[in-house]
Nanobody, 122 residues
Framework: VQLIESGGGLVQAGGSLRLSCAVSGRSISVTAMGWFRQAPGKDRELVASIDWRGNNRYFADSVKGRFTASRDDAKNTVYLEMSGLKAEDTAVYYC????????????????WGPGTQVTVSS
């Protein structure tokens, strides 16, 4: 199973970016998907997740109202739409997937992408 993120880059504060995660080797319709991020010197944190049915979504408090997550089963791709970006959103963003129906607290997902850098300039 391979996950490849794209769409990262440099953006000014207040701007928007859309991250994509193309999945191969497993259908996202039977995979819980999530977006994590890790800033320098900080722990990795779960930003958003979607269960394998696409019915339940989770967003970290720090991004609620600014980030949305979606999926395109036909393209086997998930997305993270980020708006109102802040300097504190600067991090490497990782796409992750799990064979369980939903990402589990305290359990690392089974599959990870290599990450994409998002840098927000203030």
């Amino acid at each position: 199973v391979q996950l490849i993120e794209s769409g990262g880059g440099l953006v000014q504060a207040g701007g928007s970016l859309r991250l994509s995660c193309a999945v191969s080797g497993r259908s996202i319709s039977v995979t819980a998907m999530g977006w994590f991020r890790q800033a320098p010197g900080k722990d990795r944190e779960l930003v958003a997740s979607i269960d394998w049915r696409g019915n339940n979504r989770y967003f970290a408090d720090s991004v609620k109202g600014r980030f949305t997550a979606s999926r395109d089963d036909a393209k086997n791709t998930v997305y993270l739409e980020m708006s109102g970006l802040k300097a504190e959103d600067t991090a490497v963003y990782y796409c992750a997937g799990d064979r369980a129906p939903i990402l589990r607290v305290g359990v690392d997902p089974d599959y990870w992408g290599p990450g994409t850098q998002v840098t927000v300039s203030s």
